[in-house]
T-cell receptor
């Protein structure tokens, strides 16, 4: 069975540019969440989507946006990149939202902003 | 604000030594609790989870954790570590409030010496 797949695995961008990260959830999962993991820290919640609607947003600036498509895949967009946006971006999928649901994480996209 | 504390940032053990990693969270209501492991170059993998019931939870690879509600703790244990347990370990909490996001601790880097 395919797990959560993310693309690309690595990319390098220049300050001020825009980036789009993609995530395909496990088949049958309707919820996708995005996390940012800066080196030396635990993942920080960015967004959660369920049935194509935003269900939660973390403490990130408006430069970060996301959406979920009818096939439940998702994109995370970051505008006007800053050096501090360099991080591992993780996508997690789950059957639903709420308690007693387990999140499955992808391998992440390593973004380097220079 | 809800938070998760992992008090041991770096732990070095010899093979066959016993392991206990601390995790405390700050939320008084119902929670789901998780321990994830991240091996070098790999994605986050679930070690074990607590949803309800028996507070002593057994996971994969010989790991277990005990939920002590009165202490807001969910410590991870393993009686005898192996070199292959070298990895970073993250405690995560999913509190039953608002957005069902995972709140991660900062992680503990475990190095097991052969």
């Amino acid at each position: 069975d395919a797990g959560v797949t993310q693309s690309p695995t690595h990319l390098i961008k220049t300050r001020g540019q825009h980036v789009t990260l993609r995530c395909s959830p496990i088949s049958g999962h309707k919820s996708v969440s995005w996390y940012q993991q800066v080196l030396g820290q635990g993942p920080q919640f960015i967004f959660q989507y369920y049935e194509k609607e935003e269900r939660g947003r973390g403490n990130f600036p408006d430069r970060f946006s996301a959406r979920q498509f009818p096939n439940y895949s998702s994109e995370l967009n970051v505008n006007a990149l800053l050096l501090g946006d360099s991080a591992l971006y993780l996508c997690a999928s789950s059957l639903g939202v709420g308690l007693n649901t387990e999140a499955f994480f992808g391998q992440g996209t390593r973004l380097t902003v220079v | 604000a809800q938070s998760v504390s992992q008090h041991n940032h770096h732990v070095i053990l010899s093979e066959a030594a016993s392991l206990e990693l601390g995790c405390n969270y700050s939320y008084g209501g119902t929670v789901n609790l998780f321990w994830y492991v991240q091996y070098p170059g790999q994605h986050l993998q679930l070690l074990l989870k607590y949803f309800s019931g028996d507070p002593l939870v057994k996971g994969i690879k010989g790991f277990e954790a005990e939920f002590i509600k009165s202490k807001f703790s969910f410590n991870l244990r393993k009686p005898s570590v192996q070199w292959s347990d070298t990895a970073e370990y993250f405690c995560a909490v999913n509190p039953a409030s608002g957005t069902y996001k995972y709140i991660f601790g900062t992680g503990t880097r475990l190095k097991v010496l052969a």
